[in-house]
């Protein structure tokens, strides 16, 4: 199976991470999440200029990051999660 995201800014402290799809030539974010069982990334689809804005600005990154964890931009979401979705890490 190829590889579908490519991770190009991770920050090990703020528990994200921003990358490339390299299904749809756009980008995406990732949060952690933990649903009592497992710990899986929630990725979503980054709108045009919202990559280049958050590689240059940190606080809009956490910003978004925050907004994500509280459940803001489920429209997002690449994939819809399961019933028993997982909690923000």
């Given amino acids: ?3 579908r995201y490519a991770a190009t800014h991770f920050p ?3 528990r994200y991470s921003i990358g490339n799809d390299l299904k749809t030539s756009g980008h995406y974010l990732a949060i952690p999440v933990i649903n009592g069982i497992i710990e899986y990334p929630e990725q979503y689809w980054l709108k045009p ?3 280049e804005d958050f ?3 940190q606080s809009a990154v956490l910003k978004f990051v925050e907004e994500c964890r509280a459940q ?3 429209d997002q979401l690449i994939f819809v999660p399961s019933e028993n979705r997982g909690k923000p890490l």
Avoid: F, T
């Fill in 1 to 3: 199976m190829a590889k």
């Fill in 12 to 14: 090990n402290d703020r």
């Fill in 49 to 51: 200029g919202k990559y």
């Fill in 55 to 57: 590689v240059s600005d």
């Fill in 72 to 74: 803001q931009h489920d």
